[in-house]
C-alpha cells in the first residue's frame, strides 16, 4: 500500500506539474493571441492609411495632369504664334538674303558690262586713231 500512495503521490506532482505547464502554456498562448490581435488591428490601420493615402496620391496626379493640361492649352495659341512670327522671319531673312545676292550678281554683272563697253569704246578710239595715223 505504501508503494501504491508513493506512485499516487509521484502521479499527483506529475498532474500538479503538468497543470503548471498547462496554465504557463495557456497563459503564453493568450499573450501570443493578444500580441497576434494587436498586429492584425495595426495592420489593418496601416492598410486603411495606406489605401487613403493611395487615393489622395491617384487624386493629386489627377489634379496635377488635369492642371498642366490646361496651361499647355493655354500655351498652345502663343506658341504658335511664336512659331508663326519665327517662320516669318526666317522667311524675311532668306528675302534678305536673296535680295543682297541678286544686288551683287547685278553689280558683278554691270561691271562686266561696263569693262566689255570700255574694251569697245578703247577699241574704237584705237581704230580711229589708227586710221588717222593711216591717212
Known amino acids: 500500500m505504501e508503494v ?3 506512485e499516487i503521490g509521484k502521479l499527483e506532482a506529475c498532474v500538479s ?3 503548471t505547464d498547462a496554465e504557463k502554456s495557456s497563459a503564453k498562448i493568450q499573450e501570443l493571441e493578444t500580441a497576434r490581435d494587436a498586429l492584425d488591428k ?3 490601420e496601416s492598410t486603411q492609411s495606406l489605401s487613403v493615402k493611395a487615393k489622395e ?3 493629386m496626379q489627377t489634379q496635377y495632369n488635369t492642371e498642366k493640361k ?4 493655354e500655351l498652345y495659341p ?4 511664336k512659331e508663326a512670327k519665327l517662320k516669318e522671319e526666317e522667311i ?3 528675302k534678305e538674303e536673296e535680295e543682297i545676292k541678286r544686288n551683287e550678281e547685278e553689280e558683278i554683272k554691270g561691271k562686266e558690262e561696263e569693262g566689255i563697253r570700255r574694251n569697245e569704246e578703247n577699241e574704237i578710239k584705237r581704230n ?3 586710221e588717222k595715223v593711216r591717212s
Not at 70 to 73: I, Y
Not at 78 to 81: E, G, H, M, S
Open 4 to 6: 501504491l500512495q508513493s
Open 17 to 19: 506539474t503538468l497543470t
Open 42 to 44: 495595426a495592420l489593418k
Open 57 to 59: 496620391l491617384s487624386e
Open 70 to 73: 490646361r496651361l499647355e492649352d
Open 78 to 81: 502663343f506658341r504658335k504664334a
Open 92 to 94: 524675311k531673312r532668306q
Open 128 to 130: 580711229e586713231e589708227e
